[in-house]
């Protein structure tokens, strides 16, 4: 049975800090790409940060510069460090995985299996 147990998530005041972690169990190929996702009210579930198992990453543009996705091949576990956060950023955040593959890919059609998802909350 696959897991995908996130953790981190909380309220933050715009300029600050949060740390995501999530860890999945239960996939063998979980180590090829893990992503984080993230779906704001009324809005559609979009691509945050993807990283494959040899450890490059993408990035939508709204992040870029501020949040950094990392992984510990060995534990299973994603990462994403969120700094300078913006009001925009709130959501759900979703992670999330796949398997093998060539597209290192934001697109959340690709990722088969989904974490519960945990709240991130940016006041102004």
């Known amino acids: 049975q696959v897991q995908l147990v996130e953790s981190g998530g909380g309220s933050v005041q715009a300029g600050g800090s949060l740390r995501l972690s999530c860890a999945a169990s239960?996939?063998?190929?979980?180590?090829?790409?893990m992503g984080w996702f993230r779906q704001a009210p009324g809005k559609d579930r979009e691509g945050v940060a993807v990283?494959?198992?040899?450890?490059?990453?993408t990035y939508a543009d709204s992040v870029t510069g501020r949040f950094t996705i990392s992984k510990d091949n060995a534990k299973n576990t994603v990462y994403l460090q969120m700094n300078s956060q913006k009001p925009e950023d709130t959501g759900i955040y979703y992670c999330a995985t796949r398997g093998p593959g060539t597209r290192l890919t934001l697109n959340p059609t690709y990722f088969g299996y989904w974490g519960q998802g945990t709240q991130v909350t940016v006041s102004s």
């Open positions: 239960g996939y063998p190929h979980s180590n090829y790409f």
């Open positions: 990283i494959n198992r040899g450890g490059t990453s």
